[in-house]
């Protein structure tokens, strides 16, 4: 993949030099090079033919790339959500713990039901729970701490039941 990636970055970079190229040809900034360019080309026609031709498929070829680019990107935030479940929603928790604080009970109840689904941890319907939870998996993305610390608050945040 990094083969097929680096060879349609060549590609695009071979294009956009044919384009500033094709654009000084047509633009010519009085150096003779459009004369020279219609009578290698056969007519005038037939240049601007090919410079539209070039265009088109450089913005073909762009939008091919940008496509694998995207679906590579993808496969590889999938794979570090998987490798890290607990951060992979921080953000949306964050957001909803923020929701949380504020809504009604029915709110409450679906925001509470989103953020077990998102985590995969039940941490009840109080934000701070929540907060807790967010603030150490970030201080372990972080390094600041190792992975497990002794003690019943860290069951607590964890999500694991004490009990």
Same mark, same amino acid.
């Given at each position: 993949?990094?083969?097929?990636?680096?060879?349609?970055?060549?590609?695009?970079?071979? &294009?956009?030099?044919?384009?500033? +190229?094709?654009l000084a040809l047509i633009l010519d900034p009085g150096w003779g #090079?459009?004369?020279?360019?219609?009578?290698?080309? /056969?007519?005038?026609?037939? #240049?601007?033919?090919? =410079?539209?031709?070039?265009t088109l498929v450089g913005i073909l070829a762009e939008h091919l790339?940008? =496509?694998?680019?995207?679906?590579?990107?993808?496969?590889?935030?999938?794979?570090?959500?998987?490798? !890290? $479940?607990?951060?992979?929603? +921080?953000?949306?928790?964050?957001?909803? +713990?923020?929701?949380?604080?504020?809504?009604? !009970?029915? /709110?409450?109840?679906?925001?509470?039901?989103?953020?077990?689904?998102?985590?995969?941890?039940?941490?009840?319907?109080? $934000?701070? $729970? &929540?907060?807790? &939870?967010?603030?150490? #998996?970030?201080?372990?993305?972080?390094?600041?701490?190792? /992975? =497990?610390?002794?003690?019943?608050?860290?069951?607590?945040?964890? /999500?694991?039941?004490?009990?």
């Open positions: 993949m990094k083969t097929l990636l680096a060879l349609s970055i060549a590609a695009r970079n071979l &294009w956009l030099l044919a384009m500033a +190229v094709m #090079l459009y004369a020279s360019a219609v009578e290698v080309a /056969g007519g005038s026609e037939n #240049l601007l033919r090919g =410079a539209l031709a070039l790339l940008g =496509a694998v680019t995207r679906r590579r990107q993808g496969a590889l935030a999938k794979a570090l959500l998987r490798l !890290q $479940p607990g951060l992979q929603h +921080v953000g949306a928790i964050r957001i909803l +713990v923020r929701a949380l604080e504020t809504a009604n !009970q029915e /709110g409450v109840d679906r925001i509470h039901q989103e953020l077990v689904r998102l985590s995969g941890k039940d941490l009840g319907r109080e $934000p701070g $729970p &929540w907060l807790l &939870w967010i603030e150490r #998996l970030e201080k372990v993305s972080a390094g600041r701490i190792e /992975g =497990a610390v002794s003690g019943s608050k860290t069951s607590e945040v964890d /999500g694991e039941n004490t009990n």
